[in-house]
């Protein structure tokens, strides 16, 4: 049996066809369903990054043997986009479910899939969080919350690293991201070099005093160009990250808000 795991709430109608095996994710524990499966049988998760990361921290799936395929209806998909792969296909993901890393922060532990953002990011999270909750329906222009962000509403902060037990501190920094894949945000190459394949995260870090030059050289973060600037761009990679601010900001996890974050550690 190949059963579809499916969010009512977020899928796009992509289900409307689909009617042997639909399950409504929203009204099962994944836990009971996944030890409830018989050997033979196959899940499809119909979403993006989210559901990936939901299923991740709800399942341990090391020792799921049966295949899980993606069939993308997300908003962001970076995973997708970090694979190559289109959007209208089936796609295995059990190669990709081990070796995830871990991010401790605000007293939990989550794995995540993409990215442990912290800055201008998390702000454009948190902000987007607000205007959902007001107007459910309205869509979300996350370009133009970062614009506002950088110009008017995120201050930099200063930003304490420490990479493999090497310590380093930066000035004006605008966001510190960890990363298992390349992209974020919904396609910005944030870590061009990274291989989520590797045993290595990358740590990328934006900063400068100016607004005006984190405004016009935003936007070449989502081709990777920004890492030829490298008063801009800071990269270190290893297997254990933690970064510091000097005051809380917002952060995010695979896109899901935490907020009054004051320092994490990422660890592969």
């Not at 709800?58 to 209806?73: E, M, P, Q, R, S």
């Not at 394949?197 to 081709?223: C, R, V």
Request: contains cysteine.
């Amino acid at each position: 049996m190949k059963y579809y795991l499916y969010n009512p709430h977020s899928n796009n109608g992509i289900m409307k066809d689909l009617k042997e095996g639909a399950v409504d994710a929203s009204k099962i524990s994944y836990e009971e369903f996944f030890a409830g499966l018989k050997e033979e049988d196959e899940v499809v998760l119909v979403g993006g990054d989210g559901t990936i990361n939901y299923l991740v921290n709800h399942v341990d799936t090391g020792k799921i043997t049966n295949n899980i395929y993606l069939l993308a209806n997300g908003t962001g998909n970076d995973f997708l986009r970090d694979i190559g792969r289109s959007a209208d296909e089936e796609i295995l993901l059990n190669p990709y479910l081990k070796n995830l890393p871990v991010v401790r922060v605000s007293g939990m532990e989550k794995k995540f899939i993409n990215n442990m953002g912290f800055g201008i990011d998390g702000y454009c999270c948190e902000t987007a969080d607000k205007i959902k909750a007001k107007t459910p329906n309205k869509k979300i222009n996350y370009t133009a919350i970062a614009v506002k962000g950088l110009l008017f509403h995120f201050r930099p902060c200063r930003a304490e690293i420490t990479v493999d037990g090497k310590q380093y501190t930066y000035e004006n920094v605008w966001l510190a991201a960890t990363m298992k894949g390349r992209y974020y945000g919904g396609g910005m190459m944030i870590a061009p070099s990274q291989d989520r394949n590797s045993d290595q995260l990358t740590l990328a870090i934006y900063k400068t005093g100016s607004k005006l030059k984190a405004l016009i050289n935003f936007p070449s973060i989502f081709e990777g160009k920004h890492v030829e600037k490298k008063d801009l761009t800071v990269l270190h990679t290893g297997r254990k990250i933690h970064v510091r601010f000097s005051r809380p900001c917002a952060a995010q996890i695979d896109g899901d808000t935490v907020l009054n974050v004051s320092e994490y550690e990422a660890e592969l």
